[in-house]
Each structure stands twice: as C-alpha cells, then as structure tokens.
C-alpha cells in the first residue's frame, strides 16, 4: 500500500454526506471475504470479531458459500439493501464494477484497499474520478482508494486489515486520528495505545477520491468525546473548508494538531519577485492553519507528544513552566533548550517563594529551574513538597519534574513519591514527568499508575519542553482579527501580466502606502522638467509591464544630482535596454525623487490560490536575500499583533535604537503590512505584490515603498 500522492480533488460546494453510515456502520459487508491467513478480507473479518462489532456482517464471495461458518453470497447484487458500509477487499480491477453494484443496493458507505488509482498514471485518475461520480451520484461516503480503512475504538468498528494492539484506555477525553498517509495513522494509533492514551478513532484517508480530511475534521468536531484531532496531512485539497473546521474545533474547545510535510520542499509557484521566492506554500499554509487555531508540529514523535500531553489535561496552556531537576547541569540544559523554544520560564528567587523556600534543604536555592540534587533519594518527600510548593504559586501554571532513571529501585522510589504527591494534592495544574536518561529502567506498573493519575511520561525531558512550547504557543495566540475592509482594485489587466512600478505605486497610493514623489517622462527634457519639479538628486527607472525587474537589464540609474548628469544617465539608461532587451517597448521614464537613507525592509503579499492572501515582511537587501529575515502573516492581523511579529524577526533590534541608532518608525511599517493585506484580500485577481526595500525612518516619520510590483 503506497502513501497518498499529491491529487487535487474538486472541492464539493454541497453538504457532503454524513459519515455516520461509515464510521458507526449498524451493518457491515465484506466484499472479497476470505478465511486464507493473510488475506485482506480475512483481516477485516478478524478485526471486526475481535473488536466485538455488534452488527450484521454480510461476507461476498462469489467462490464460496459460507466462511467460517457465516453465510456467503456471489455478489454484490445479492446483498440485502441498505447496508451501512462495504469493505472491498479486492484486486483494482473489480473496484468500478462493485461501486455501481452497491450503489443499486444503496449502501451507505465504501472502503476501498484497492491500489493502482489516481498514483498510477491517466487511466487510474480517470477510474478514480469515476468512483467519485458514482459516490457523489449515490450519496455514498467512499474511504480512499489506496488507504488502510478505520477503525471506531469507542464502538468496537474495525473496519482494516491492519491488526493492531487491543486499545484498553478509557476516558472523556479522547485522541481522533485522521491520516492520509495509512501507515502513519497506523503507527500514531499504536504510539498512542502504548500510551494508554484514549482513542476515538483512526481513519486512513488514502487518495481520497470522494472524502478528505476536512470532512472527518469536521465530524471529529462534533463528537463529544473527541477533544484532540491528531492529523497527518501531505496536501490539504480543500483548504476553506479545513479552515473553517479548523475554527470550529477551536471554538469547541478541542485541539487539533497538524503534522504536514513538506518544509524542505521548494514553494510549487515560487514566482521570481522576492515574495514569491520565499513565501513557500508549506509557509502560507502554516500562517493560515495557525491563525484558524490549529498547532503545528515537525516530527510524527511530537505529534504524538503533543496530543498525549492535550488529551491528559484539559487545563494545559498558557502560562508559565516550573521545572525541576535532579543535577545543576541538566538545569543548565533545560534554560538553554527553553530560550530556544521559546518556553517561559518565570523568574523564581529565595526572597519571592517562601513556600518553595521551606520546601528545600537550605544548600538549595530557589531557582526556575529548580535542581533539588540527588537529595530526593535521601528525603523522597522532597518532591512531594516542591510540588506542592509550585502547585500554589500563580505564577506557574504548568509543572515539568525530570527524573534520573538509572535503575529500577531508585526510579520506583521517586515514582511512588511522585504518585504519593499527586494523591494528596489533587492538582488542577497539569504535572508532566520526562525521563533524563532514555531507556533507564522503570517499572511498567510505575508507567500505568503515572498515567492512570493524568499525568503525561515522555522518555526524555527535551521532547517534554518542545511539546509544551507548541501547546503554550497555541493557548497564547491571540484570534482578534481586524477588518478586512479594503475596495478591491478595479480595472486591472490581462491575468499573466505584470504591471509597471509606476501603475503599481497608483494604485497603491490610493490605499494608503507611500512613496515617494514621481512623475512619468517620455522624453529626457520631459525628465528634466520633472526633476526640477522634484529637486535633485533624482532617479530614472525604465517602465515596462514585460520588465518587471529592471535592474537586470540596466533599467535604473540612480543619484543623478543635476540636470547634465540626468541628461547622461538618460542616454546610459537607453542603451542599457537597447543592449539588453532590444525589442521593447517602454511606456516611458519614471524620474523619482531620491529618498534619504534609513532601516531597508521588504513587504509584499500573495494571494495563494489555496490558501488566499498571506503577507511578507522582512529584512530587505542582503537580509532578504542571504539570512531569510522574514515572517508570514494573516492578512487580518491587528496593528498591535504585526507590530509584534515584526520584533520576533532576527534583524530587529536595528529598528529599536541599536547601539545608539534612532528607534524606527516601525508603527508606519505595520500600517504598510495591514494596508497592503487589505488590497490584496480584496483583490484576488492580484497574484502577487512587491514593495522591495521598504525604507523606515526614526519614529513618527514614517516609511516609504521605493519600489513597487503587482503581479496578476
């Protein structure tokens, strides 16, 4: 069974079907069922008796005429009608006959094993559209092709061939796994029921011909018990209507974690303006995803850690982490791995912590983190008392206790001492244990009891510290959204073409952006008057809708301080494009006044065709260019929300007085961002936008866009 490949699936403008049929099935067929060890058909059957499914199991096999003591029939045709979902468990080439068969017999919903579609070349993708007509035609919710099927742990519906271990964990807060990819649902199930982690479902998505992630999001969101969705996700075909799921699981107060794929690839589109080369689509996709409330992670091991850590405790989020260590060098490490990830840490002393002072022997100080030493295996109430020490003091609102774990008798010491706290202090504050030594040895009933007490194991503290900064990122985001209240432009050109810097800033100008004076000349006396107008120096920029990067053709001459100079660098300009690109034709001039120095920026937006409008600022010149110095944004970010998101940028403490610098304007650099988030918003028609540099000025004056681009 092959992972999913990258196939755009129309997004469905009506309601699609419920799901119910498919993942709560009152009766189930087997289509190729078998009792040969192996087969997949045989698995299913297995599966679903193993799991206790109460339902009508109805077997198709047109060779046999019982399995295993179950009645057979010889095909589809022969099955009562209304049953709620199939399993086809047979070779690719039956799949188009016994889709139309089961939809006469108007069954609910398909699961198809089946290989060899839309990944395997023109026929398959049209067999795989096929699929779809008869599903959308028949009202019929089909899983895959190409996926490993599902399975409902809270109602006993196994509906794979995959045999997994039996998931025991119970409780009203519970893991739903969505996944493209088959195996790696299969391998976050197991991780999880390792884990005794409580599940809701795993659901392979496979190809998905007539059903997506979007639609099992959106069931997910309604179901009760469900309060993590754990998602592996290599493209997301319907990104509006995972968005808008995405906010509902938000507004419900469940989280949904994202494992997608794809960082390291090169943006699909990357188009030759700045913005384009790097605004790649995994980086638009993050911005909107995580503006809708999802939490993104980068590994399978931190999704896993992170919906663990979402599913033991409801209370998990913002705030800040307490710590405590067993060695003054792993405290060192844990400072560092926080500044890294960005974890808070609140400051703790002697003097602000009287609880926590009479906790500790009086040769440890108070310290976030705190290292207690080895003293915990002399006094195992030790722990105990910090904990309980931490647990009232407001400041921390999230507790990490990492534990040495060299044998099992002094891990079942600490344990029983942790798990003696916990019982008497009840916590409302999520505890989170992590192991310093990977594979030390710990007893399993030791494990079971932590867990069984809410508390959430990981082997080692470092991937506790990784999960807890994306969690507390999450709950720290703020969803204000300001209006996206922009006209769009109107009267734009042919889609495919560019339009020229002095259009582009026209327009621009009209929302708000500024710029500096300019004025179009067909001629160097018309250049020359214009100058004068402006005040020298000036600059002379070639304009052109098919030269969209002007400097590579000699296109512009700059700093030219008087009209002799400007005469020359007229004719230097002419030859440079007669060499360059003889053929074109310019609209004319444009002579511009030279704009004083100041902190060189780049913004731009992109209005990606999945995902809509995305903003870029950054660090321009060979920032842009060499370090990457930029961040994505929301269109609807607030003022205030840009302003911050700007400080985060490496290069920024050049715009706050950097060793003795004027502090910058960088208020007016977010009036640029959201202004041009607006318009491009608005405009869906304008692919991309190009203010490259942006030059910011000392507070309160402003910042200028010295050149402009829109892309259609």
């Not at 589809?76 to 006959?97: F, K, N, S, T």
């Not at 327009?507 to 179009?520: N, T, V």
Request: aromatic residues 4%.
């Amino acid at each position: 069974m092959t992972d999913m490949i990258d196939l755009d699936r129309p997004a469905v403008s009506m309601a699609a079907p419920s799901l119910d049929r498919l993942l709560r099935p009152r009766s189930v067929a087997i289509v190729g069922a078998s009792d040969k060890p192996g087969a997949l058909g045989a698995s299913v059957l297995a599966n679903l008796v193993r799991q206790g499914f109460a339902g009508d199991i109805h077997l198709v096999n047109p060779k046999r005429a019982e399995i295993g003591g179950r009645p057979c029939v010889a095909s589809v045709d022969d099955l009562p009608e209304g049953v709620d979902a199939a399993v086809l468990a047979i070779p690719r080439a039956g799949v188009l006959d016994t889709m139309r068969g089961l939809a006469r017999r108007h069954v609910g919903a398909a699961v198809i094993f089946s290989a060899g579609f839309a990944e395997d070349g023109p026929q398959g993708l049209a067999d795989q559209q096929e699929i779809a007509r008869i599903a959308r035609e028949a009202g019929m919710v089909v899983e895959g092709p190409n996926c490993l099927g599902l399975v409902n742990f809270r109602d006993n519906v196994s509906l794979t061939f995959i045999e997994m271990p039996e998931a025991t964990a119970q409780g009203d807060r519970r893991v739903g796994i969505v996944s493209q990819s088959g195996a790696m649902a299969a391998v976050l199930a197991t991780t999880m029921i390792h884990r005794d982690v409580p599940l809701s479902c795993y659901i392979s998505t496979g190809n998905e011909a007539a059903s997506g992630i979007e639609d099992y999001l959106a069931h997910l969101v309604d179901e009760p018990e469900t309060a993590v969705i754990a998602m592996i996700a290599e493209h997301v075909r319907d990104p509006a209507r995972f968005l808008a799921a995405a906010r509902a699981a938000r507004l419900a107060g469940k989280q949904v974690v994202l494992l997608h794929p794809g960082r390291s690839a090169a943006g699909a589109a990357s188009a030759a303006t700045h913005t384009g080369a790097m605004a790649g689509d995994h980086a638009v996709m993050a911005v909107h995803v995580e503006r809708a409330g999802v939490i993104l992670v980068d590994s399978l091991e931190e999704l896993g850690d992170v919906a663990e850590m979402l599913a033991r405790n409801a209370a998990i989020g913002a705030g800040g982490t307490g710590i405590i260590a067993e060695s003054g060098a792993f405290k060192a490490m844990m400072l560092d791995l926080s500044e890294a990830v960005v974890l808070d840490l609140p400051t703790l002393t002697d003097a602000d912590s009287p609880a926590l002072r009479a906790a500790l022997p009086d040769f440890v100080p108070v310290t976030n983190p705190l290292d207690v030493t080895a003293q915990g295996l002399v006094d195992p109430g030790l722990y105990g008392r910090t904990l309980a020490a931490l647990v009232e003091d407001q400041r921390i609102a999230t507790i990490l206790l990492t534990l040495i774990q060299t044998d099992t008798g002094t891990s079942h010491v600490k344990f029983t001492a942790v798990l003696n706290a916990l019982a008497t202090l009840r916590p409302d504050k999520p505890i989170i244990v992590g192991g310093v030594d990977e594979g030390g040895a710990v007893f399993a009933d030791d494990l079971s009891a932590l867990r069984q007490a809410g508390v959430t194991y990981l082997p080692t503290a470092e991937r506790a510290v990784r999960a807890l900064a994306r969690i507390s990122a999450a709950a720290a985001r703020d969803f204000t959204a300001a209006p996206l209240d922009a006209a769009p432009v109107a009267d734009l050109a042919q889609v495919g073409h560019s339009i020229p810097e002095y259009r582009s800033k026209a327009i621009m100008a009209e929302h708000g952006i500024a710029f500096p004076r300019f004025a179009m000349a067909q001629s160097v006396e018309e250049a020359i008057a214009a100058a004068e107008t402006l005040g020298y120096p000036v600059v002379l920029k070639a304009q052109s809708p098919d030269l969209p990067h002007k400097s590579d053709a000699g296109g512009v001459i700059v700093d030219l301080k008087n009209r002799d100079e400007l005469a020359e660098g007229w004719d230097r300009l002419a030859a440079n494009i007669a060499a360059s690109r003889p053929d074109l034709v310019l609209d004319g001039v444009l002579v511009e006044g030279m704009a004083d120095k100041g902190v060189e920026l780049i913004v731009g937006a992109r209005n990606d065709p999945h995902w809509g409008a995305t903003v870029l600022v950054g660090f321009g010149g060979v920032a842009a260019e060499l370090l990457h110095d930029v961040c994505l944004l929301p269109p609807d970010l607030p003022r205030d929300a840009i302003i911050a998101r700007i400080r985060t940028l490496r290069m920024a403490p050049l715009l706050d007085g950097f060793r003795g610098a004027p502090v910058m304007d960088i208020g007016a650099v977010a009036d640029v961002v959201q202004r041009l988030g607006r318009m491009v918003a608005a405009t869906p028609a304008i692919r991309e936008v190009d203010l490259n540099p942006v030059i910011v000025y000392p507070e309160g004056q402003g910042a200028l866009a010295l050149d402009a681009l829109i892309s259609l």
